[in-house]
């Protein structure tokens, strides 16, 4: 239907897009029951929609590789530990109990947890912090465009760094690093000095 020169919208430009839900609320309150508002994801479901199933195949992805990383911790230790059954053998006879052992070896995976997870954060904030950079190497060396404007309604990849949520993976990377860290522990607090000791 034309409408000839009567005006149809009122567009409102924002300096933080993440918050145009909360101020489209308050442009309909001003204007008055008579008008609704519609704000930048709305326009876009199907890409919103597929973004939060990325964000939990992400999740499930990365909780995959925090157990795997474990298990590589669990194996580095027992590596260790076999590598090291002669020291411990001497220690133990030495007057070392197993609470001890145990200590030490607990506090290195921890120490290899706390090494991994802060490199992990520093590597992932400055190439989250920097993918227009990237974003744009690629394109120059691979000769095409990574966010076609046919296809996708964004000319670069936006970012939003929630401190909270990074807190959780510290959090839940470490619980798995110190949980990782038990059994091999364990394992060399209960080695039996004789047994380690018996072809040296």
């Known amino acids: 239907m034309k409408v000839d020169d009567v005006v149809t919208g009122i567009e409102v430009r924002t300096n933080d897009p993440y918050r145009s839900g909360v101020i489209g609320r308050a442009v309909e309150l001003s204007l008055g029951s008579s008008f609704y508002a519609r704000d930048w994801k709305t326009f ?13 195949m992400m999740f499930v992805l990365l909780s995959f590789i925090m157990v795997v990383a474990g298990f590589i911790i669990i194996a580095v230790l027992i590596t260790m530990i ?11 006879t030495m007057g070392c109990d ?10 290195q995976g921890f120490l290899i947890g706390v090494v991994g997870l802060a490199a992990g954060l520093g590597m992932g904030l400055l190439i989250t912090s920097n993918l227009d950079v990237i974003q744009s190497t690629v394109e120059r060396v691979a000769g095409f465009d990574v966010l076609p404007a046919n296809v996708y309604q964004l000319q670069d990849l936006p970012y939003h760094v929630i401190p909270w949520q990074l807190a959780a993976i510290s959090v839940i990377a470490l619980v798995l690093s110190i949980g990782a860290t038990l059994l091999p522990s364990w394992q060399a607090s209960r080695m039996d000095p004789a047994e380690a000791l018996r072809y040296e």
């Open 44 to 56: 876009y479901p199907g890409f919103f929609q597929a973004l939060k199933v990325e964000r939990v």
């Open 82 to 92: 076999m590598e090291k059954s002669r020291d411990i053998a001497i220690l133990k």
């Open 98 to 107: 197993d609470d001890a052992v145990l200590r030490v070896f607990a506090i």
